[in-house]
Nanobody
Framework: QVQLVESGGGLVQAGGSLRLSCAASGRAVSRFAMHWVRQAPGKEREFVAGISWSGRTTYYADSVKGRFTLSRDNAKNTVYLQMNSLKPEDTAVYYC??????????????WGQGTQVTVSS
């Protein structure tokens, strides 16, 4: 089993920045690919970013490419999503998810409870 706990969400003005963290615990968490997925009210879940277990490979949705950076610290079992130049359309609940494979498939094995990000215009 893998447990994931997100933190770092909040309210920010457009153009601002936030850093989300996802602390993982459980068996061999450092061997899991990690992802961030978001869901805005009334919309389906959307892949945001993913990172391989080694941290050498990252993937981003086109909507966040160049603004968001995903990284991980396996010594701390934590992944970080640095979000810059935030836009109102980035407003959503952001979920951390873990899976053996990295990719934008959304049916990941483990999920956190989510953290709210609100960007005001």
């Amino acid at each position: 089993q893998v447990q994931l706990v997100e933190s770092g969400g909040g309210l920010v003005q457009a153009g601002g920045s936030l850093r989300l963290s996802c602390a993982a615990s459980g068996r061999a968490v450092s061997r899991f690919a990690m992802h961030w997925v978001r869901q805005a009210p009334g919309k389906e879940r959307e892949f945001v970013a993913g990172i391989s277990w080694s941290g050498r490979t990252t993937y981003y949705a086109d909507s966040v490419k160049g603004r968001f950076t995903l990284s991980r610290d396996n010594a701390k079992n934590t992944v970080y999503l640095q979000m810059n130049s935030l836009k109102p359309e980035d407003t959503a609940v952001y979920y951390c998810a873990a899976d053996i494979d990295v990719g934008a498939k959304l049916d990941y094995d483990y999920w956190g409870q989510g953290t709210q990000v609100t960007v005001s215009s």
